[in-house]
Structure formats: C-alpha cells, structure tokens
C-alpha cells in the first residue's frame, strides 16, 4: 500500500504542477497580447483588433 500511496502523491503532484505552469504561462503572456491588439487597433482602426483586445480581456478575466 505504501507504493501505491506514495505512486498517488507523485502523480497528483505532477498533474497539479503541469497545470499550474501552464496556466501562470499563459495568465504572464495574456496582458502583453491585450495591449499589443488595442494598440494595434488604435493606430489602424481596424475593429477585428478591438474584437482580439475584448476576446484577450474576457480570457483574462476567467484566470485571474
């Protein structure tokens, strides 16, 4: 039983670290991306960037 407890344990802790490091990755990127598409998106006025910066915001929000 001890190695299957033991077993257990490592792979919860794999799974838990996996998901943690991509999920920081991506909540570290997410910002960068928001401000580059509303940048864009002022200097050519092209609504589909609004649309990516509002996709990028609503993204965030979930993560945080």
């Known amino acids: 039983h001890m190695i ?5 344990a490592r792979l919860l802790m794999a799974i838990s670290l996996g998901f943690h490091i991509i999920i920081a990755s991506i909540s570290m990127i997410l910002p960068f991306l928001m401000y ?15 649309t990516l910066s509002k996709f990028y915001k609503m993204s965030n929000r979930y993560l945080f």
């Open 36 to 50: 580059t598409a509303y940048i864009k998106h002022k200097k050519t006025k092209d609504p589909e960037y609004l």
């Open 4 to 8: 299957d407890t033991l077993l257990a």
